[in-house]
């Protein structure tokens, strides 16, 4: 654990959600299904004024026939993200609690559809001017990333000002996530959370 969140409550509720994301925290599952809160450094984000799809990937999603989506189906796309990969820190808990959160218009999903199948999707949570992105999945080569592209321009169109995901790995990495020490992230947050945008 890093960081660890200063108080823990055995109720995973909105309310608690929006106050740990607040500070900079976020919860997940261990293997026995335990809630533990993280508050990593470095802590990784996306520079909204950067990341772009590059030519090559443009090309693809003009032609693959995908239509995107937001908030149409939540649980579904927080489903396939705790399922696809295998193991997940994603447990049962939490995903009631972020459909909750949802439900409060504090968490969203973008997603990817060809035709009637939901084919790819990502999930995060949003508290003002800041959006913390959880998990992402993909039944259809490249479409967790036509649904990430989509999510960075509406977030760009809409005055988010931070764009949170945690951990840098092999997948994030390859979309443009970058390590902050996490000082700069939290006094990043404490200014984006109180930016007068919403989702």
């Not at 972020?98 to 508290?127: C, D, K, P």
């Amino acid at each position: 654990m890093n960081h660890a969140f200063p108080e823990r409550q055995p109720v995973l509720s909105p309310s608690l959600l929006i106050s740990a994301y607040g500070k900079g925290f976020f919860p997940m599952a261990d293997e026995n299904g335990m809630v533990q809160w993280h508050c990593p450094d470095p802590r990784a984000v996306f520079p909204l004024e950067n990341v772009r799809p590059n030519t090559r990937l443009q090309r693809f999603l003009r032609s693959s026939g995908f239509a995107l989506r937001t908030n149409t189906a939540f649980r579904a796309v927080m489903q396939y993200c705790a399922t696809v990969h295998g193991e997940s820190w994603i447990s049962p808990v939490m995903l009631d609690a972020y459909n909750a959160l949802h439900h409060r218009g504090n968490a969203h999903s973008v997603e990817t559809w060809l035709g009637n199948q939901l084919v790819g999707g990502i999930y995060g949570v949003s508290i003002g001017g800041a959006f913390f992105g959880e998990s992402m999945f993909s039944l259809k080569t490249n479409a967790s990333k036509a649904a990430f592209h989509h999510l960075v321009n509406h977030l760009r169109q809409h005055g988010f000002e931070l764009f949170d995901t945690q951990f840098v790995n092999r997948h994030t990495a390859s979309l443009g996530a970058v390590e902050i020490p996490r000082q700069a992230f939290l006094e990043a947050l404490a200014k984006a959370t109180l930016a007068p945008v919403s989702f």
